[in-house]
Structures are given as structure tokens and as C-alpha cells.
């Protein structure tokens, strides 16, 4: 498996990745983490809530933004320097999540790519939205 290069990297190019997020995801990820916040895990916690239901934690939400870059684009062998998130609207339990990643300039003396960053719903709304740099590979 092999990433791009800098050479291969355009302005404008995306790369996507969708999930479905199960009850399994969440808990896993509370396991994994210690945030076991009642928001997350609890249901009539999570009923009395702002929410209403359980959502699924942000972070997990914004850890798919690391399957797009590391895997698809820029891909295998880049590297993460700085991620900026704003979280728009919660996701829930069940939802269907898009991470869109788009290159928005290329640093070429340095070997960085400043990306746009985007998830979304199943309904097409804007769950996530940020900026990443990455350190391409070769």
C-alpha cells in the first residue's frame, strides 16, 4: 500500500470514508478512552439530556478524518502535524457518517498539504468541519 507523493497531490483532490455508527463503536471507544461521560453510554441519562439520546462521542466522530488521511489521501506514510475541528451537530447512534477530505494547498518546500476536512450525515448535514496538515511521504 503506498500513499501519494507531493508530485501526485493536486488542489481540489478528495478522498472520502463512510461508517455506520453502532452501539459497539461507542462503547468501544469509551472503553478504550475512560470517557464513560452518561451522555455517550446511558440511555435515560442520555434521554434527559440536551440530545435527547445517546450520542456518539466527538472525538470518535473526528477520528475518521485519520482513516481518510492515513489510508486514502494523502494515504500510507503521511503524517498528521495539526487538526483544527468545529463540531456543528451531534451524531447519533445509528447515523451514517462521510469524512471528506479535500487538498486545499500544497507547501511544497516543506512536503505539506493543508486539507479541508468535512463529515457529514446520512442526511448531508454538516456534522464536522476543520483544516488538517499533513507531512506527505516521499
Not at 500500500?1 to 455508527?21: D, F, H, R
Not at 462503547?27 to 440511555?43: L, S
Not at 486514502?72 to 471528506?100: C, M, N, R, W
Request: hydrophobic share 40%.
Amino acid at each position: 500500500m503506498k500513499g501519494y507523493t507531493m508530485a501526485e497531490l493536486y488542489v481540489g483532490q478528495s478522498a472520502s470514508y463512510s461508517k455506520t455508527i453502532s452501539e459497539y463503536d461507542v462503547y468501544n471507544f469509551a472503553g478504550i478512552t475512560g470517557d464513560n461521560n452518561p451522555v455517550h453510554i446511558n440511555e435515560p441519562y442520555a434521554a434527559d439530556s440536551f440530545f435527547k439520546k445517546r450520542v456518539a462521542h466527538g472525538m470518535l466522530t473526528a477520528s475518521f478524518l485519520s482513516t481518510v488521511l492515513g489510508m486514502h489521501l494523502p494515504g500510507p506514510g503521511s503524517i498528521y502535524a495539526k487538526q483544527e475541528i468545529k463540531f456543528l451537530a451531534p451524531v447519533y447512534i445509528g447515523d451514517t457518517i462521510t469524512a471528506t477530505c479535500t487538498v486545499k494547498e500544497k507547501i511544497e518546500d516543506k512536503k505539506r498539504v493543508i486539507m479541508d476536512c468535512t463529515i457529514t450525515n446520512q442526511d448531508g448535514t454538516a456534522v464536522l468541519v476543520g483544516e488538517a496538515v499533513i507531512i506527505v511521504h516521499g
